[in-house]
C-alpha cells in the first residue's frame, strides 16, 4: 500500500542484522549467518517505498482501521524498527502497538504522524493492507 498511498523509494541497503551479528546468538552459527546475509541482500535488491514522517498527516486518510504500520529506521542497515495497527480514535489515526516487551498492548496517546516526529530514530512509516 505505500507505493500507492504516494510513498517514495527507500533504496538504502539492508544488513543490520548481518553486520551486529553478535547481537543474534542464533547467527553463531555460520550457515545462519550467510542465509540471513542472502536474505539481507535479496531485500535490498527488492523495491520498497515509506512515507516520510513530514508527509504522514497528508497521507492518512488513505490507511484503514486494521492496516499493518511498519515504521522505518533511521538506524544504518535497519529499515524497520517497530510495528503496529492502525486505528482510528476520534476520526485521527493512531498506532495499536505493544510498546515494550511484556508491556500491555496499548493505542499511541499521540496521533501516529505526531508520534513519529518525535521520534528521531523513526524516518516514517511502511503501510500494508492485509488481505
Known sequence: MTKALGGVP???PIDFMSTHADAYRQLA???VLASIGATERQ???TPRYFI???SIREMADGIQDGDIIALT?????LDVAHTGIAIRVNGSLHL????????A??????PLAERTLGIAKETGIMVARPL
Open 10 to 12: 527507500d533504496d538504502r
Open 105 to 110: 498492548v496499548q493505542i499511541s496517546a499521540l
Open 52 to 54: 516520510p514522517q513530514d
Open 73 to 77: 529506521s533511521a538506524v544504518p542497515g
Open 29 to 31: 552459527d555460520p550457515q
Open 96 to 103: 495499536l502497538n505493544a510498546p515494550l516487551v511484556g508491556k
Open 43 to 45: 531485500l535490498s535488491e
